[in-house]
């Protein structure tokens, strides 16, 4: 008989939610305009974070909704664009957040999946 240490627990695949633009911003006034900060809050009162934050339209991603991007790794809807980014992608855009201008602008602008993280 198997040992219960012999069936290691199947994780569920990730729900793809197809392909979207993925951006990069930081917190400076080319990034945020009014909004910059050298310590930026988010729409959802959160501190931005490298490696954490994102920014997606809330209608399509909900504040909260943990995601992962393909290639990239997983990420928390935190923040959002503004409203004209939105409606320019039909709210199919996320905005990976980077403390640097200079690795947001590298970073620049890809298309890839992502997937909702359970």
């Given at each position: 008989?198997?040992?219960?240490?012999?069936?290691?627990?199947?994780?569920?695949e990730?729900?793809?939610?197809?392909?979207?633009?993925?951006?990069?911003?930081?917190?400076?006034?080319?990034?945020?305009g009014?909004?910059?900060?050298?310590?930026?809050m988010?729409?959802?009162?959160?501190?931005?974070?490298?490696?954490?934050?994102?920014?997606?339209?809330?209608?399509?991603?909900?504040?909260?909704?943990?995601?992962?991007?393909?290639?990239l790794?997983?990420?928390?809807?935190?923040?959002?664009?503004?409203?004209?980014?939105?409606?320019?992608?039909?709210?199919?855009?996320?905005?990976?957040?980077?403390?640097?201008?200079?690795?947001?602008?590298?970073?620049?602008?890809?298309?890839?999946?992502?997937?909702?993280?359970?």
């Open positions: 008989a198997a040992g219960l240490g012999d069936n290691p627990k199947m994780q569920p990730p729900e793809s939610l197809g392909d979207f633009t993925i951006t990069a911003y930081c917190g400076c006034p080319t990034c945020c009014i909004w910059s900060s050298d310590t930026p988010t729409a959802s009162g959160e501190p931005a974070q490298e490696g954490i934050t994102v920014a997606s339209d809330w209608d399509t991603l909900p504040a909260g909704t943990e995601i992962e991007i393909e290639g790794g997983e990420y928390k809807v935190q923040d959002k664009p503004a409203q004209w980014i939105v409606e320019k992608y039909d709210g199919r855009i996320i905005d990976v957040y980077f403390e640097n201008h200079e690795d947001a602008l590298k970073f620049g602008k890809q298309k890839m999946e992502v997937y909702k993280v359970e």
